[in-house]
Every structure is written in structure tokens, then in C-alpha cells.
T-cell receptor
Framework: AQSVSQHNHHVILSEAASLELGCNYS??????LFWYVQYPGQHLQLLLK??????LVKGIKGFEAEFIKSKFSFNLRKPSVQWSDTAEYFC???????????????FGGGTRLMVKP | DGGITQSPKYLFRKEGQNVTLSCEQN?????MYWYRQDPGQGLRLIYY???????QKGDIAEGYSVSREKKESFPLTVTSAQKNPTAFYLC??????????FGSGTRLTVV
């Protein structure tokens, strides 16, 4: 079945450590890719997105993600995390990238990040 | 300010009852979606609507129903046929070709 996988369910880091969260998808063809963040008690917010062009995408709050088509991956990275990055992170894929009527996203299971001060 | 409003924030339901969750958007988005969020399972699509008076089942539509009589509104009814309704429900909308804007969610608990 087509799916989106986030293999790390829980990650614990100390402040200033580097972060990489994995995301793999199983859809063939053209896709749009997203990372969302859900801070404690808040609603989901868009961190960054990839539609086309440069596979290295810069997002808000110092996050970036790299699309590697050959590996079907869209990993999220941050060079130095802060306590305020504690949140749950969701990777999402739109497998109908050329269908303007179909923006439906499929989400990964999420990764809970805890940053220790 | 434009956005999505979900109400209520918390909802308690007795077994056997139907309940309706509200979702309203003033972003002029064509598409609207309902997701269910459970710990460790991410977000799973219940129903979506790409245009007024049309909607489609998602991956876990059983026990749920929706309507899309107005562009701004996409209410979700959790029926008594839904065997495990306790969850966090998220509504989202998107323009054509764009990413989602999410509401703040409704936490439904069966008592």
C-alpha cells in the first residue's frame, strides 16, 4: 500500500544538538512534500514544503529539508535545536501533484521531539 | 483575520449518540478535509470535499458522515456506528494547488 513512513517515533536531544528526522514515501511519480509541526497545545503549522526546483528547501525557524527522489525521502534537518523546538513533527505527501483538484495529503505517523534544556 | 474555526474544543458523547463537529473557514478555499489524530498513528483522512455539494470518503470513513452545503462549512457527524470515536479531530482547508491550513481541533471523548 502507498504510505508515508516516519521511522523515529520519539527523539530526545539536548539543546544545540543537530536534528534529522526521517521521512520516506512509497508513491511513484510526481509528489508535493510537506513538513508540519504541532507545538504542545497548538494546531498544526506548516514548516516547509517542496513542489519543484531546488531539492533543498528552507523553512521557518531554521529548519530545512532535502528531497532525494532516488531514495523517496524528504528528511527534515536543523543544525542546532532549541528547547522551543519541542513538538510533534509530521511529514506529509500529496501524491497527485499534477491534479489541481486533488490536494489531499497523506501523513506519516509523526515524530515526537523533546529537547532538553 | 482569515482562518479555520472548529467547535467545540472539547466534546463528550454518550455511547449510542450522534454528535456533530463544526468546521468553518473564511479563507475562500475550495477544498476541505477532516482528519482523525490518534497517538502514534499520525493523521488519518476521514472525508474530504473539493467543491460545494460534493465529498469523498477517505481512508477511515466508516461511522462518519459529512455535508458541504456551503463553501465555508464542512461539518462532521460522528455516528453511533463509529466503534472507537474517542480521538482528536482536525479540520483543514486548502486552495487549489496549495498546502493546508488547519483548525485547532476538537477532542471527542465517549463517556
Amino acid at each position: 500500500a502507498q504510505s508515508v513512513s516516519q521511522h523515529n517515533h520519539h527523539v530526545i536531544l539536548s539543546e544545540a544538538a543537530s536534528l534529522e528526522l526521517g521521512c520516506n514515501y512509497s508513491y511513484g511519480g510526481t509528489v508535493n512534500l510537506f513538513w508540519y509541526v504541532q507545538y504542545p497545545g497548538q494546531h498544526l503549522q506548516l514548516l516547509l514544503k517542496y513542489f519543484s526546483g531546488d531539492p533543498l528547501v528552507k523553512g521557518i525557524k531554521g529548519f530545512e529539508a532535502e528531497f532525494i527522489k532516488s531514495k523517496f525521502s524528504f528528511n527534515l534537518r536543523k543544525p542546532s535545536v532549541q528547547w522551543s523546538d519541542t513538538a510533534e513533527y509530521f511529514c506529509a505527501v500529496n501524491p497527485n501533484a499534477y491534479d489541481n483538484a486533488g490536494n489531499m495529503l497523506t501523513f506519516g505517523g509523526g515524530t515526537r521531539l523533546m529537547v532538553k534544556p | 483575520d482569515g482562518g479555520i474555526t472548529q467547535s467545540p474544543k472539547y466534546l463528550f458523547r454518550k455511547e449510542g449518540q450522534n454528535v456533530t463537529l463544526s468546521c468553518e473557514q473564511n479563507l475562500n478555499h475550495d477544498a476541505m478535509y477532516w482528519y482523525r489524530q490518534d497517538p502514534g498513528q499520525g493523521l488519518r483522512l476521514i472525508y474530504y470535499s473539493q467543491i460545494v455539494n460534493d465529498f469523498q470518503k477517505g481512508d477511515i470513513a466508516e461511522g462518519y458522515s459529512v455535508s458541504r452545503e456551503k463553501k465555508e462549512s464542512f461539518p462532521l457527524t460522528v455516528t453511533s456506528a463509529q466503534k472507537n470515536p474517542t480521538a482528536f479531530y482536525l479540520c483543514a482547508s486548502s486552495p487549489r494547488g496549495g498546502g493546508y491550513t488547519f483548525g485547532s481541533g476538537t477532542r471527542l471523548t465517549v463517556v
